[in-house]
């Protein structure tokens, strides 16, 4: 069937063919992920690289091993008191500084007792594996006053540190590791996270009113009856709005404004338009009692709008028309509800006549928090190039209306209401998540892993305290909140004011 069809005709009727792309993402992905635990049982993630002597002057990036006959206390940890900073003796009691992550094993801890504890016989010595790195100045200077400490005397200052630990540390808490690991790890995290996105989308148009219409409308309509519609459309009259177009045949007109829909002339009840905070919408309700939507436009911009206006004028004249031709009367009660005032307070007056049908509190609350969450990546990224967030509320509050909608089938106060709860929490939300951002951008300066990523939103109050940023929070979540409020006042009294 589908060779005969026009173009136009199998745009709208090929229902699934957005499936194709998520498929394509889980087999990129579950390629990368196969890949890699291939590399990984093979053992190609580490490849043989035996070390050499660690040298205090070679280079950073080097895997190297250092036979330690001593060891001292830690003398300086991270920020996440997870890896910490020894002096190390070899045994020729040059001082080495090595840094080990977490509790020191049975090994290190006899070394370490060894040098407090002279009486004990002597230990074997032990030996760290690492890579050498440089030592940063923050660590030079712990170095400088424990060490100084420890001796009692002042003799290692800045001038002369490069004579007694040379320029870089042994890192026992990395080991080389393959390059194509990472590319891997890298490519699938990003197939990972794209994967995730096309699953949504995939939830999303499963459950959406467009696919349900489009089905609905191909089991009623045989092929033969599709193939003679497909003639008709050739001299249909083509009205385009908004990237699509509504067909106006001689007996039907044809849509995909919410999936692929067929209304005859004569089965129309009457037509109506509405306006909303979004968009404005052309509708028919049929004799059945069915609503189909014939167009739609997002709001915004006075020449498009316009443009939609004349395309609804010329739709109900061709009803009118057409219901003239056909000696009916259906035609008889046709409302309009396209405020010309332009106020705000009136973009949301929906009619009761639209709203046939309660909308789908959980799925719309779904799909209000999913799609608020563009609008809270929006708010963190004007938060990170440093300027005022607080705009990006509007937007969370019109993508929460518009992901309610999509989902839970209409939006009605009741679905209003809870985008605007869903709003409020996530300007707070946002505000919180451009707080850790900055903070995970600050301690990538010193170590950029995830365990570190993981440290900043497991201990966020408490370095959020340490850092005495708590009052800095507050007064931008106000900000925030004010001016979300200032630029949604009109939607936010438009929704108070709605009808149940």
């Not at 070679?58 to 060891?71: F, H, N, P, R």
């Not at 197939?191 to 009113?209: E, H, K, M, Y």
């Not at 009761?352 to 799925?363: D, I, V």
Request: proline residues 3%; glycine residues 8%.
């Amino acid at each position: 069937m589908n060779k005969k069809m026009s173009r136009r005709l199998k745009r709208m009727t090929q229902l699934y063919r957005w499936i194709i792309p998520v498929i394509c993402l889980y087999i990129i992905a579950l390629s990368f992920f196969l890949a890699g635990m291939g590399m990984k049982f093979l053992g190609n993630t580490e490849p043989e690289v035996k070390p050499v002597e660690f040298h205090v002057y070679d280079g950073a990036d080097i895997y190297s091993s250092l036979k330690a006959q001593m060891m001292t206390q830690e003398f300086a940890s991270d920020f996440k008191e997870t890896n910490h900073y020894y002096f190390a003796y070899d045994e020729a009691l040059l001082p080495f500084i090595v840094q080990v992550h977490g509790d020191l094993p049975e090994e290190y801890l006899r070394i370490q007792s060894y040098l407090y504890d002279e009486s004990e016989e002597a230990p074997e010595a032990a030996i760290f594996y690492g890579m050498s790195a440089p030592i940063e100045e923050d660590i030079r200077e712990y170095a400088i006053e424990s060490y100084n400490d420890m001796w009692g005397q002042e003799l290692v200052t800045e001038d002369n540190f490069s004579d007694y630990f040379g320029e870089y540390y042994l890192d026992t808490t990395r080991k080389p590791a393959s390059s194509a690991w990472k590319a891997v790890s890298f490519v699938f995290l990003y197939a990972f996270a794209a994967v995730l996105a096309g699953t949504l989308i995939l939830v999303w148009n499963l459950n959406s009113r467009r696919l349900k219409r489009s089905r609905t409308t191909l089991k009623a309509w045989p092929e033969e009856r599709l193939l003679e519609l497909d003639g008709h459309l050739q001299g249909a009259q083509s009205l385009a709005y908004d990237r699509k177009v509504l067909y106006l045949t001689e007996d039907y007109m044809v849509t995909d404004a919410e999936g692929f829909d067929i209304i005859p002339y004569h089965a129309v009840a009457r037509i109506y338009d509405t306006s909303s905070i979004t968009e404005k919408r052309l509708a028919a309700e049929t004799t059945d009692g069915e609503h189909h939507t014939l167009a739609f436009v997002k709001r915004g911009g006075g020449i498009k709008e316009a443009a939609f206006q004349e395309l609804i004028t010329q739709v109900k004249k061709k009803i009118a028309d057409k219901k003239e031709e056909l000696q009916d009367t259906f035609l008889t009660r046709e409302y309009h509800m396209d405020p010309d005032n332009g106020s705000p307070e009136a973009t949301l007056q929906i009619s009761a006549a639209l709203e046939q049908n309660p909308s789908n509190l959980f799925l719309g609350a779904i799909g209000a928090l999913f799609a608020s969450l563009i609008g809270v990546g929006l708010w963190v990224l004007i938060g990170q190039v440093g300027f005022i967030a607080g705009i990006a509320g509007f937007v969370i509050l019109k993508l929460a209306l518009g992901g309610y909608e999509k989902l839970g089938g209409s939006l009605d106060k009741k679905g209003a209401v809870i985008c605007l709860i869903i709003t409020a929490g996530m300007i707070a939300g946002a505000n919180l998540l451009d707080y850790a951002v900055s903070m995970v951008r600050a301690y990538f300066q010193y170590e950029a892993s995830f365990e570190t990523l993981a440290y900043v939103f497991a201990n966020f109050g408490s370095l959020m305290s340490d850092m005495d940023m708590w009052s800095g929070f507050f007064i931008d979540l106000a900000i925030g909140y004010g001016l979300s409020l200032w630029s949604a006042a009109g939607a936010i009294k438009a929704i108070m004011n709605m009808e149940k």
